[in-house]
C-alpha cells in the first residue's frame, strides 16, 4: 500500500506560482508513476501531468504544458508540482496519484486526499 499526503495549496493571483507537494509512505515511489490529477467545481477529475519514473518519460494535459512541471526527490519520497503562470482556470482541487505503472489512460490505484489551489483574477 502506498499513502500519499499532499500539501502546498492555497490562494495566489493569476499569473503567479506555487508548489505542491506529495509525500509518499508505505512504498518507496521511485519506480512508481507519479503524478497529479484535478477538480474543478462542477467538473470531472482531469489529468494534469504524470512522470513514469525519475528520468522516465513526463506527460502533459494540453492544458498545462509550458506552464506545469513534475519532479522527484527521491530521498524524501516526495514529488512536486510547480505550478507556474497560474489561470483562474487552474482554481481547482488537485490530486497526487501513484501506481506501480503508467498508461495512456491512467488509472493509478492510489491517491492522496487532495489539496486546494484558488488562483484569483
Known amino acids: 500500500q502506498v499513502q500519499l499526503v499532499e500539501s502546498g495549496g492555497g490562494l495566489v493571483q493569476a499569473g503567479g506560482s506555487l508548489r505542491l507537494s506529495c509525500a509518499a509512505s508505505g512504498r518507496t515511489v521511485s519506480n512508481y508513476a507519479m503524478g497529479w490529477f484535478r477538480q474543478a467545481p462542477g467538473k470531472e477529475r482531469e489529468f494534469v501531468i504524470a512522470n513514469k519514473w525519475l528520468g522516465g518519460s513526463t506527460y502533459y494535459a494540453d492544458s498545462v504544458k509550458g506552464r506545469f512541471t513534475i519532479s522527484r526527490d527521491n530521498a524524501k519520497n516526495t514529488v512536486y508540482l510547480q505550478m507556474n503562470s497560474l489561470k483562474p482556470e487552474d482554481t481547482a482541487v488537485y490530486y497526487c496519484?501513484?501506481?506501480?505503472?503508467?498508461?495512456?489512460?491512467?488509472?493509478?490505484?492510489?491517491w492522496g486526499q487532495g489539496t486546494q489551489v484558488t488562483v484569483s483574477s
Open positions: 496519484a501513484a501506481d506501480r505503472f503508467y498508461s495512456s489512460s491512467w488509472s493509478p490505484a492510489y
